[in-house]
């Protein structure tokens, strides 16, 4: 008896598991896994904007010197193959890849196979792909040489050199037995430095501890670190704006900028360049801090000697942090000093956010309509 109740007690447990594996109720009951959240200092570890690569392509097979012969057939000519082409190096782009953080120093392309005799042909030498995010632009010498911009584009860094000739190649009436071969050729040799700038429609440029990381997170899905001391933002972060019309407006938070950041003071010159590639800006001003529109000044000053005309972008001046007492009468004074338009918002308490996301969608619409009454490619990224 007592082997049979635990016989039965087995069978129960067989049945819940059929019957826990069947119920739809314990699939909701498990927890989806979440996305990892990556603090910021360790995702200047990930993120990597610029690297300088030396790539070589594969170097070309030798080619052979071999004369068939087979019993009743002693001199069959000259039957020596040539060598493969060695392999190019190629970079590829991948929307998969955010950071160049995977590309590695150097790249050696597969060299070719040397021929073989019985006319045999070497193998060509297989390309070696170098996946680069989408955004990539390779300069040479300083000089832009690719600007890879679209998903699957591709572009080859060093080409891989020829093989060489097997003595087949030199059969003529005049020489019946030719016994030069060649060398393949070494692969092409070239230093290349890869840049990521990010793409966004709409940069947010402010001085550090303006909110920007603030504005971002309470306009976007995106959650950049907020923390009351400069040099919060260390990397740059891309948020979308989701409007009505299924329309997205993508807003980069790039890290704050200071007096001589053209000089590479503060963080620098490295984050001037992904404000570049914005169709729009959005510059953000402390309103609780005295006089500030001379944080505009410098602001536009910085971008100016970055880059001539860089300022004058279609922009607008966010005002933030009119919660607080002081910033009534600082936004009057701005007002006064500044001609074009101000938005005074607080990124905290979300008052008057409604006014710039109105405002981003008409500056987005505008591009929009430039874009196509230039008959270009659609840039909707
Ligand atoms: N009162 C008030 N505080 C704000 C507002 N927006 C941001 N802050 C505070 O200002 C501080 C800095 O905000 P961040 O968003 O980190 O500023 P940031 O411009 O991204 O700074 P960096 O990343 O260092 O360049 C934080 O303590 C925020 O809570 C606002 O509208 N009102
Ligand atoms: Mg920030």
């Known amino acids: 008896p007592h082997i049979q109740i635990c016989l039965m007690q087995q069978q129960i447990k067989g049945w819940q598991r059929i019957l826990s594996t069947s119920c739809a109720n314990c699939a909701k009951n498990q927890r989806l896994r979440q996305k990892r959240v990556i603090s910021e200092k360790k995702l200047t570890r990930y993120f990597i904007d610029h690297r300088r690569v030396s790539v070589t392509g594969g170097h070309g097979g030798q080619g052979i010197n071999s004369f068939y012969s087979e019993p009743r057939k002693e001199f069959g000519g000259p039957d020596g193959g040539n060598g493969g082409d060695g392999g190019h190096v190629i970079l ?4 998969q890849i955010k950071s160049l953080n995977l590309v590695l120093p150097l790249y050696r392309g597969f060299d070719g196979e040397k021929g073989g005799s019985k006319n045999c042909y070497g193998a060509n030498g297989g390309y070696t792909y170098v996946k680069v995010p989408v955004g990539t632009l390779v300069k040479e010498n300083g ?24 003595n087949r190649f030199f059969l003529s009436n005049e020489n019946r037995a030719p016994v030069t071969d060649t060398a393949g050729e070494p692969g ?8 990521l700038k990010i793409m966004a429609h709409a940069g947010l440029v402010g001085f550090p501890n303006a909110g920007k990381s603030s504005l971002l997170r309470a306009i976007s899905n995106a959650k950049p670190a907020v923390a009351p001391y400069p040099f919060t933002t260390l990397n740059p972060h891309v948020g979308i704006v989701n409007y009505q019309d299924y329309e997205q407006v993508s ?3 790039v890290p704050g900028i200071i007096r001589g950041a053209h000089l ?67 936004l009057l004074l701005l007002k006064e000093q500044v001609e074009q338009r101000v938005i005074p918002l607080s990124a905290l308490t979300g008052d008057n956010l409604e006014e710039l996301l109105l405002h981003l969608k008409e500056l987005y619409d505008c591009y929009v309509n430039a874009e196509q009454s230039h008959k270009q490619n659609s840039v909707k990224w």
């Open 188 to 195: 092409q040799k070239r230093v290349l430095d890869l840049e």
């Open 251 to 253: 807003v980069a938070d």
């Open 143 to 166: 000089k832009t040489v690719a600007n890879l911009a679209q998903h699957g584009e591709e572009y080859v860094a060093a080409y891989g050199g020829t093989g060489g000739k097997g």
């Open 264 to 330: 590479n003071r503060g963080l620098g010159l490295t984050f001037l360049r992904h404000i570049e590639h914005c169709r729009f800006l959005l510059f953000v001003v402390d309103l609780s801090v005295s006089e500030p529109w001379i944080q505009l000044q410098d602001l536009k000053y910085e971008l100016d000697q970055y880059e001539e005309g860089l300022s004058k972008r279609p922009h607008v001046v966010i005002g933030n942090k009119i919660d607080l007492p002081q910033s009534k009468a600082n």
């Open 92 to 95: 590829k782009v991948d929307q």
